[in-house]
T-cell receptor, first 114, second 114 residues
Framework: EADIYQTPRYLVIGTGKKITLECSQT?????MYWYQQDPGMELHLIHYSYGVNSTEKGDLSSESTVSRIRTEHFPLTLESARPSHTSQYLC?????????????FGPGTRLTVT | KNQVEQSPQSLIILEGKNCTLQCNYTVSPFSNLRWYKQDTGRGPVSLTIMTFSENTKSNGRYTATLDADTKQSSLHITASQLSDSASYIC?????????????FGRGTQLTVWP
């Protein structure tokens, strides 16, 4: 079992609220990722980080923002939640060797915006 | 366009039976191919990773094959158990960047009935 944690696991919130999804890992991995996954659909990369103070946008455009102040922590923030943000958000991390690097996933946060 | 296609979309089998899941990809240049198992409401967990030079890899009752010439992979599950009920996701990594971009399939939803 990978040592990567996400909180909350489930969140139901009203439109316009600000939310932060937490992700932390205890493996000392430099690379961390946020994915968005709708039911029956593939994972889409929305943010990634190579290390502290490094953040990049992924392939899927997202209104969320991320920060990486500490190696082990990679929170995702939505300033004003909307129903279109309803989805599952998965955090992952990897040690980052090029060929066979393994991505370890957290359990996910199921977000519902009403 | 880099894509990963999986079939079937869903599959129901009886406990103890074997099954094979298929994955076709067009990702280039190819780095490696992974199979993940994703239980409902959880993050994906890696089953196997295969590079270009590997054509088969086993992990307990799971055996993955790779034909890099035809760009096809399969995941064979032997003597299925109720706990095998999950979504099985094929993921292909390219060598186009330091990040090692991952391309996700939509998964095959496997249900094992007693």
């Amino acid at each position: 079992e990978a040592d990567i944690y996400q909180t909350p696991r489930y969140l139901v919130i009203g439109t316009g609220k600000k939310i932060t999804l937490e992700c932390s890992q205890t493996m000392g991995h430099d690379k961390m990722y946020w994915y968005q996954q709708d039911p029956g659909m593939e994972l889409h990369l929305i943010h990634y980080s190579y290390g502290v103070n490094s953040t990049e946008k992924g392939d899927l455009s997202s209104e969320s923002t991320v920060s990486r102040i500490r190696t082990e922590h990679f929170p995702l923030t939505l300033e004003s939640a909307r129903p279109s943000h309803t989805s599952q958000y998965l955090c992952a991390s990897s040690a980052g060797t090029e060929v066979n690097y393994e991505q370890y996933f957290g359990p996910g946060t199921r977000l519902t915006v009403t | 366009k880099n894509q990963v296609e999986q079939s079937p979309q869903s599959l129901i089998i009886l406990e103890g039976k074997n099954c094979t899941l298929q994955c076709n990809y067009t990702v280039s240049p190819f780095s490696n191919l992974r199979w993940y198992k994703q239980d409902t409401g959880r993050g994906p967990v890696s089953l196997t990773i295969m590079t270009f030079s590997e054509n088969t890899k086993s992990n307990g009752r799971y055996t993955a094959t790779l034909d890099a010439d035809t760009k096809q992979s399969s995941l064979h599950i032997t003597a299925s158990q109720l706990s095998d009920s999950a979504s099985y996701i094929c993921v292909v990594s390219d060598r186009g960047s330091t990040l090692g971009r991952l391309y996700f399939g939509r998964g095959t939803q496997l249900t094992v009935w007693p």
